[in-house]
């Protein structure tokens, strides 16, 4: 590799004027080993450089996804600096070895040396669900190969590579049969409704919807976090209920959190229209792709978010994790993910976080992570994870 250093082809790819050829030979230089120490340097002036950090042009994710994932032509999208440098742990796991994160309430960004003596671990989740059909019967579909699952009320339901589908096959009964698909912690799962819309399940959630969509509407209850792309159908009205909210659906893909994690019920639209009301509410309220409605469940007051972070709320659903907020709302979606119990010990701090990374990690890596920017101790037996303030 001649005649462009690596500092000037990454300065282009930061620019966003690296051609393809040149992002080609950028990822040679990441996949090299004798190159790594001299990335990591290139990593940290990037995270401390004041045209990313004040202008917010800088965008770890994607530099992660065009060099790691092998992306074969250059892709620049304006995303803000902070948000994302925990996205860096991602693609220094892979490629460096090392682990950053950062601290909202600090400007510095300590590297994190994985310790050398053996802990408790839990691996990451991964792709799985449980499906209920109509007379209680439950089929686990985490380790299900292909094929055939049920036949229900007109429909055979297939899986897929991994993905449930529902394929109508002749007439349906006049009763309306419900399924329930729900995922355990540790894992997410997708599927297709029986009219072709998609669905994606987080962690700790579930669907219940009808085996054929014969009413006068298609509607589905939820728990949990759920992404939906409707398929459209004019004549059938798509209504999602869930807790404490009905929506209806006038175009397609939407993202429902009601974890109530931090005390709210958020709903956030990609594209198309819903209307939003509470079942007490006479009024709907219209939101526009990119808004978001949320509704506190304590102290009652829906309100809208006229321009939602969509990169934040879709993480999941591209595995990766992307925090905002104190360390136990961070521990709530950890907990879920990775399978574990959370118990509080002492006065935990209340620093404020945020940024990302990959969801494919090893518990231990991520705690090691949190340890050292927020200022507290974890303690892993088995399925309980302590969490402590450090001394």
Excluded: C
């Amino acid at each position: 590799m001649t005649g462009i250093t690596v500092k000037e082809l990454w300065e282009k790819y930061l620019q966003g004027t690296a051609t393809v050829a040149e992002l080609e030979q950028l990822r040679a230089y990441f996949n090299t080993p004798q190159y790594h120490e001299e990335f990591d340097g290139l990593l940290q002036q990037a995270f401390s450089d004041p045209r990313f950090i004040e202008t917010g042009d800088h965008n770890v994710e994607d530099m992660v996804n065009d060099l790691m994932l092998q992306i074969k032509q250059p892709v620049v999208r304006k995303m803000p600096a902070r948000r994302w440098l925990w996205a860096a742990a991602s693609l220094l796991v892979l490629v460096l070895g090392g682990l950053y994160f950062w601290n909202a309430n600090q400007r510095s960004i300590p590297k994190v040396t994985p310790e050398l003596a053996t802990k408790e671990d839990m691996p990451p989740g991964g792709d799985g669900a449980i499906l209920t059909l109509a007379d209680g019967r439950q089929v686990v579909l985490d380790s299900l190969g292909n094929g055939l699952v049920a036949h229900q009320n007109g429909s055979d339901v297939m899986l897929e590579n991994g993905k449930l589908l529902y394929d109508p096959k002749g007439e349906s009964k006049q009763s309306i049969v419900y399924n329930t698909m729900s995922t355990p912690k540790g894992r997410q799962f997708q599927m297709t409704l029986p009219d072709g819309s998609k669905v994606w399940l987080n962690a700790a959630s579930s669907i219940r919807f009808p085996v054929v969509f014969n009413g006068a509407n298609r509607k589905v209850d939820i728990t949990g976090e759920v992404y939906i792309e409707v398929k459209k159908n004019a004549t059938l009205p798509f209504i999602v209920q869930g807790n404490d909210f009905v929506l209806q659906v006038l175009g397609t893909g939407f993202n429902i959190n009601s974890y109530g994690d931090n005390g709210a019920v958020k709903a956030t639209l990609v594209e198309g229209a819903v209307k939003l009301r509470r079942p007490t509410d006479s009024a709907a309220v219209l939101l526009s792709p990119g808004e978001q409605w949320s509704y506190n469940l304590k102290s009652g007051g829906p309100k809208v978010i006229r321009a939602a972070d969509l990169h934040h709320v879709l993480a999941w659903k591209e595995k990766r994790f992307s925090f905002n907020g104190n360390i136990r709302s961070i521990m709530n979606e950890i907990a879920r993910w990775y399978d574990v119990e959370l118990k509080y010990e002492g006065t935990i701090p209340d620093k404020e976080l945020e940024g990302g990374f990959t969801r494919e990690i090893e518990l231990q890596k991520v705690l090691e992570i949190l340890e050292v920017v927020a200022g507290v101790d974890f303690e892993l037996h088995g399925k309980q994870l302590t969490i402590r303030a450090s001394e």
